[in-house]
Each structure stands twice: as C-alpha cells, then as structure tokens.
C-alpha cells in the first residue's frame, strides 16, 4: 500500500555535510509523523530526528545543533539536513512515516563519515 524510498546517504568526510530525502507513494491519505533513524551493525536502531504534521520537530542528544529535519507535507518527503559529521554518525539511515496510524519504513540508505 505505501512505500518509502530513502536517498542522498553516500561518504562523507568529517565536518562534511549530507542531505537524505525520504519520499512516500502509495495509498496515502495523510502522513502524522514522519522521522529518520539510524542502525549500526550489532546495535539498536534508535531515533536521530522526529517531525509531526504540524512542523514540530524533536532530535536526540547527540545530533542537535548539527542536524535538521524538515519536511513537504503536499509533496510526502522529509529531508534530514546532516551537516559537521562525525565518524560516529555512520550508519544506515531508515526513513519512518506513520499514516492512518500505521508505521512504515524504508529500506535504508547508507552513511559513511570517514577520513
């Protein structure tokens, strides 16, 4: 029914900058929430940045003041703005969307920060 399709991951150097969008087709009415999350091999997939419908955006700790998230509501697409990386921020991407109250990923998109 709905399908969310990452892109704009790649390699980085440090203090470089990338920007991943995230688009969503399908049988969509109306998206609530939609965020980027970030897994590393081994490790919990855990939340880098939320925004809801409204525009209210939220970040964990290690990210703020680095990334923003933003998002075209007529368009269905979240972009995450990543600027001064870090080795540590290397990860595969997720983009989440809920719709209808229903949670829906994409398939990821990979993000190497390395010298």
């Known amino acids: 029914q709905v399908q969310l399709v990452e892109s704009g991951g790649g390699l980085v150097q440090p203090g470089g900058s990338l920007r991943l969008s995230c688009v969503a087709s399908?049988?969509?009415?109306?998206?609530?929430?939609m965020g980027w999350y970030r897994q590393v091999s081994g490790k919990q997939r855990e939340l880098v940045a939320g925004?809801?419908?409204?525009?209210?955006?939220d970040y964990a700790d290690s990210v703020k003041g680095r990334f923003t998230i933003s998002r075209d509501n007529a368009k269905n697409t979240v972009f995450l703005q990543m600027n001064s990386l870090k080795p540590e921020d290397t990860a595969v991407y997720y983009c989440?969307?809920?719709?209808?109250?229903?949670?829906?990923w994409g398939q990821g998109t990979q993000v190497i920060v390395s010298s």
């Open positions: 399908g049988s969509i009415f109306s998206i609530n929430a």
């Open positions: 925004i809801i419908s409204g525009g209210s955006a």
């Open positions: 989440n969307a809920r719709i209808r109250g229903t949670p829906y």
